[in-house]
């Protein structure tokens, strides 16, 4: 059984990326593959949550056990197989990349293919340039501090906003990628 899971940022437009990977694979695989294709340093500090319809986070499984309450249950990336955590289509995650601003890739589980099976994740659409993996602090707190002066005024936060609590279900739209690369 094959997993294709869509990849999107509220941080860049146009940005997305979908990879197909085998149910059996782990979800320290899946970190590797989307860090392969974004360019991003694989052995950096990440979590993935696995979510609600709304985007509420539910478990984490993370890339090292960093001493959690022992009543709390702890899932490592490594020892997690996909096909034990993700059931349906429309399964959402997120994947913390940045744990200092709380920057992270809106994940949804697309399609489940069965009957199938993947030797090595695959990349089949890459589109757009993905937000840079680290910003400088100072960069992301006059930023923030930007957005919320604007937000008091407004309380309107625009999708340039790092750290936003949901995303757009609209940015998985599949139309419009007619005319899109595919990588091997």
């Known amino acids: 059984m094959i997993f294709n899971f869509r990849i999107v940022s509220d941080e860049v437009d146009n940005f997305k990326r979908e990879i197909e990977i085998d ?7 899946l970190k590797k593959a989307i860090c392969s294709c ?3 340093d ?13 985007w509420e986070k ?4 993370t890339f090292e056990d960093m001493g959690a309450d022992d009543d709390q249950d702890v899932w490592l990336m490594d020892e997690s197989v996909l096909a034990d955590f993700i059931e349906d289509e429309g399964q959402k995650l997120l994947y913390v990349f940045d ?7 809106f994940i949804e589980m697309t399609e489940l293919m069965t009957g199938r099976s993947l030797k090595d994740p695959l990349c089949t659409l890459s589109l757009g340039t993905p937000p840079p993996e680290t910003i400088d ?16 005024a407004s309380t309107d936060l625009d999708e340039d906003f790092y750290g936003a609590d949901s995303y757009n279900d609209d940015e998985f739209d599949t139309q419009g990628f007619d005319e899109m690369t595919f990588e091997d």
Request: hydrophobic share 40%; aromatic share 14%.
């Open 42 to 54: 694989a052995t950096q500090m990440s979590s993935f949550f696995l979510c609600d319809r709304n």
């Open 99 to 105: 744990y200092i601003t709380e920057r992270m890739f």
């Open 38 to 40: 974004v360019g991003y």
């Open 23 to 29: 149910a059996t694979a782990t979800f320290l695989d």
């Open 137 to 152: 602090i100072d960069e992301f707190d006059a930023k923030v501090d930007a957005k919320h002066a604007t937000a008091t």
């Open 58 to 61: 539910e478990k984490e499984i």
